[in-house]
């Protein structure tokens, strides 16, 4: 932290030469050169030897071509879109700065390209080893996911009166995006979604249908109140607010809590993925299916090169172990990139700050 602080400082007084002494992610810029490696087995970025205050080249990235889910050129620039280690559903920008507008955009049909015939190599070896597995009787069956009842969610008070609602919220502070569903203590097909914005309690009817699907009173329609309660955790054209924080309907002894509905979901995602049945694939039946592809030829890309070289046919499932996938599946199916050497911490573009010269760190999606 203390060469950060250091290369920061000399970083704004515009000392580049003593910026990159400090630090090796500070003020490389545009006047400094990276090599880049792209290849089927990965994109390989490294600090070149004469960049580097060890006098060796050091590792940036060494990432897997499946974590690439966009690329593009702007001017000079490259930009590379990579889903984020380890985080689901989440992706870091990279720029790079290029020597001319030709070559930015010959990178970005490189990378697309290859992306591509990854990708429908990865698609290709899974259609293999599940014929495969059909015909052998197959791994395991994924168990599907335990559905929670409307009445059993922690969120659901069951027959609850308007003024006997709203002081739950009031024990709470009354802050914004508080919430509860109830039962109307009035009719059985009325369920009611009170939740707090401005300091005010609003109650939103909700009308359960002969079918079992339920609506609003604007004519939206869900299958369950569980669906209801995920889309209003966004916003919503039928909603005044964001819902954010339910109020339990069991809370401790010693007074009302409130929970944040995100961390829950979280929490319990982490718990579930803890209870998952793994499929996983032989290692012999990937290099099985990688053989019949030698003699068969390498499958083509579905997608067609655009003449920005941009459309990627991303698919996170292969970065999904529940299915067989993830890291191990993509090392045996691709291989591997300068034997899968890995930035140390300090020099690794998946740091969350970092600072290119004129390119102000990663941004995150």
Known sequence: MVQVKLAQSMLMKKNLKKTRQEHPLFARGFDSKLRMEIS????F???????SKSSKEECLMNQSMNKIAFVSSIGKTLYVMMKRTGAAGRFKCHAFGSASEAEATQ????LSRIANEVFAKLRHVTRLLEAQAKKGGGPPVVPKRAVIKDEDQPWFHGKVSRPNAEALLKEQAMTNGLFLVRQSDRNETDFVLT?????RAYHNRIIKQGDGTYKNTKGSSWNSLALIVADY????????????????????????????????QEAA???MAQKKTVRRWDTSAIQAALGEID?????????????????IAYDPVYDEIQFGFGDEFIKTTLGLTHAGAQPKMEFSLENDMFSLGDIEGECEV
């Open 40 to 43: 089927e087995k990965g994109l």
């Open 295 to 311: 003699e068969m030829g390498e499958p083509q890309s579905a997608i067609a090169t655009s003449e920005d070289g941009n459309d």
């Open 195 to 199: 939740f707090c914005y401005s300091q």
């Open 107 to 110: 990178l970005t049909q490189t």
């Open 269 to 271: 995602a982490a718990a």
């Open 233 to 264: 955790m966004n916003p919503h054209e039928d909603m005044q607010t964001v819902i954010t924080e339910y109020v339990p309907n069991n809370p401790p002894e010693g007074g009302g809590e409130y929970a944040n509905v995100s961390l829950l």
């Open 45 to 51: 970025v490294a600090l070149p030897a004469g960049e």
